[in-house]
């Protein structure tokens, strides 16, 4: 499997990000973190070691620049999260290494928000998967998301369940939302980190198995 550490430009600094892909790579997982995490956030990690081992590539890079992370309230910044997560898309898409695979998203809190933004303008994304995610802070776009989407929640997460409900309603794509029993909004009880990957592996592996559309808004 190939590891390579890189950056990617951005209007502010150089955004740092690890990138990891196994042999014959179905696609490509871009994550978007949320809440002041980063490429280190270790759920995110144990997520992309096991997509890496079902054959899909990852994408681990800190949306925000080290003095941006300084300031609270980038972390709801969504619109300038999703721009981030757009430059990275653009960067893998000129990669030697991953420009011929289809790209997906996965995001965390906030983070879920950014990555339905993104796709909201790009339709070629072939998935999203929001785990704990808060697809509120991007209701005014979510009837222009066309790309399947999976929303995540933990069954202890009430405030975000209700939120996740409400998304779920306004969205007009392929959507499927999944409660996990007796998770919190971190999902750090026995196993449900565990069940949130399984999913996130037969969602991705799933649509990255589907013709690419190749129109995109402008």
Known sequence: MLEERIQIPTDAAPLDGMLGIPASATG????????????LSPRNNRVARV???AGIATLLFDLLSEREAADRANVFAVDLLARRLRDATAWVRLHAATRDLPIAYFGASTGAAAAL??????????????????PDLAKSILWKVKTPTLLIVGGDDSPV???????????????QMTIIPGATHLFEEPGTLEEVTRLAVEWFSQHFGKPRCVQRER
């Open 51 to 53: 997509l890496r081992e």
């Open 117 to 134: 933004i993104a796709a909201a303008a790009d339709r070629t994304i072939r998935a999203i998967v929001s785990r704990g995610g808060r």
């Open 28 to 39: 490509v997982v871009l994550f978007a973190h949320g809440s002041g995490s980063s490429r």
């Open 161 to 175: 369940i209700r939120l996740n409900e409400e998304a779920y309603e306004q969205l007009s794509c392929e959507r």
